[in-house]
């Protein structure tokens, strides 16, 4: 009986930028697949182009896989150190008569390009190599090895997601292995590094629909399976456009800076075009648990800011307050420009079950934190400003010899303390509350009073009270 290979996927990213949302979604579906059928995701660096290719991209790339917990089985494969095995391979293949060595010059394959245009036809390589004697080659043009492609007839790529694709044979011409200069193109290491790497399928974007048919060409003159294909669509915008610079950064470090979570981001990115019936919030446990390839959708997805801000609210109060004060306090550290003291993160302590409701992201959380890490004198808004008239500050001048005499600096005695100053004043709650809020905070919004006072500290709220009036 036939042992049924192992599943093995791939995230093959080029590092010539920054890791995109499309190229980190295509991620997140090849590790949910191989974790889902306890089989290994693997990542390869495909940095053939060593002119574009730089370290600062492949650092981004690592940074937000790792951001996004995606973790990879065995060591990263890097193309550029397997060029021998993709020479050797091409030579192979024009031992046994599937390739030959293609001797037109750069400014012949123009002219037929141009010739071809004008006359309508297919702009593809003619074969006008394909079955010329060697001893014809110009003298001083190095060739480059091509592949014998089928003439007729069509080729059938059988993909999970898009279906049947079938490609007429005509519009696939003899695609170059080897550059004249002996350096193996992307069509070729593609195919020798999923074969050798031992890949069962392959997702990705449907932009290589084509790739795949004329791989498919390589793979059966090598005498290789081929893997099964599944081909996701494109992300769009919101508007149904393709992405673009006025989408906003296609970067998965922009959204992390914007204060998204790992967690929210996996769960935003499996819904871009992939469904569990009508689940939303899938965490990543169901997500391995679920996820199939006959769930990715065949139409594009469209991004939803306000479904990302909603997603990610859901696991930003998921979080434990400590591991989310963690997370918190380099935006925190950046809206102030100064490191965050033991103290500011005690506040937070106290007052985090209050701000995490008000929140949607990081960022958010620590704006609406800011009032706990600012310096004394508060700079105040011109609401806080407004808030606080000669009235407010004469009632807080008040107010301020009750609270130095609270001695269980609580939100109970605390409540207690304020309204029964209100009531011998014949004034009500709020009269006192909002001005109060301003000079403890320097602004008109924040969670309820009484945790504001808790939060900051009897020594801190009448300083910051003191100040104002």
Request: charged fraction near 30%; proline fraction near 4%; hydrophobic fraction near 40%.
């Amino acid at each position: 009986m036939t042992e049924t290979p192992q599943i093995v996927t791939r995230f093959a990213p080029s590092p010539t930028g920054m890791l995109h949302i499309g190229g980190a979604r295509t991620a997140l579906f090849n590790w949910l697949f191989a974790r889902n059928q306890k089989g290994h995701f693997k990542l390869r660096i495909e940095d053939t182009d060593r002119e574009r290719s730089t370290s600062e991209a492949i650092d981004a790339i690592l940074e937000g896989l790792r951001w996004l917990e995606l973790d990879w089985d065995g060591d990263i494969v890097f193309q550029s150190e397997r060029a021998a095995r993709h020479v050797e391979v091409a030579e192979s293949l024009l031992a046994s008569g599937h390739a030959y060595r293609c001797y037109a010059a750069p400014e012949e394959l123009q002219q037929m390009r141009e010739t071809a245009k004008a006359e309508g036809r297919h702009q593809g390589y003619d074969g006008r190599w394909r079955d010329r004697d060697p001893a014809e080659a110009p003298s001083g043009v190095d060739p480059v090895i091509r592949l014998k492609t089928p003439l007729k007839g069509e080729t059938l790529v059988a993909d999970v997601v898009q279906g049947e694709v079938v490609l007429s044979n005509q519009t696939l011409d003899d695609f170059v292995l080897l550059r004249s200069d002996g350096t193996p193109t992307y069509m070729l290491s593609v195919v020798v590094d999923d074969h050798d790497m031992n890949v069962t399928h392959i997702i990705r974007g449907d932009d290589h629909l084509v790739n795949a048919a004329r791989q498919t060409h390589l793979y059966e003159a090598l005498g290789w399976q081929v893997p099964i294909h599944a081909h996701l669509p494109l992300i769009h915008g919101p508007d149904g456009a393709k992405l673009s610079k006025r989408h906003g950064s296609p970067a998965i470090s922009a959204y992390r800076d914007k204060g998204y979570l790992p967690d929210g981001m996996k769960n935003y990115l499996l819904r871009l075009g992939w469904s569990h019936g009508d689940d939303e919030l899938i965490p990543t446990e169901k997500a391995i648990e679920w996820f199939a390839l006959e769930g990715i959708n065949k139409a594009p997805a469209r991004l939803d800011f306000d479904k990302l801000d909603f997603v990610n609210g859901h696991y930003l109060q998921l979080c434990g307050n400590e591991d989310l004060i963690d997370v918190l306090l380099p935006h925190l550290a950046e809206l102030t420009g100064q490191k965050i003291s033991d103290d500011v993160r005690q506040r937070l302590r106290r007052v985090m079950d209050e701000l995490k409701p008000r929140s949607k992201t990081l960022v958010e959380l620590a704006e609406n934190s800011l009032f706990l890490a600012n310096s004394r004198p508060l700079q105040l808004t011109s609401k806080a400003k407004k808030l606080l008239d000669d009235e407010a500050k004469a009632a807080l001048r008040a107010l301020l010899d009750d609270l130095r005499g609270v001695e269980d600096w609580g939100a109970n005695e605390l409540e207690k303390v304020i309204r029964q100053f209100c009531d011998s004043r014949d004034m009500k709650l709020g009269k006192i509350a909002q001005p109060l809020r301003a000079a403890l905070t320097g602004g008109a919004n924040s969670p309820g009073i009484f945790d504001v006072l808790v939060a900051l500290g009897q020594e801190e709220a009448v300083g910051r009270i003191t100040d104002q009036v």
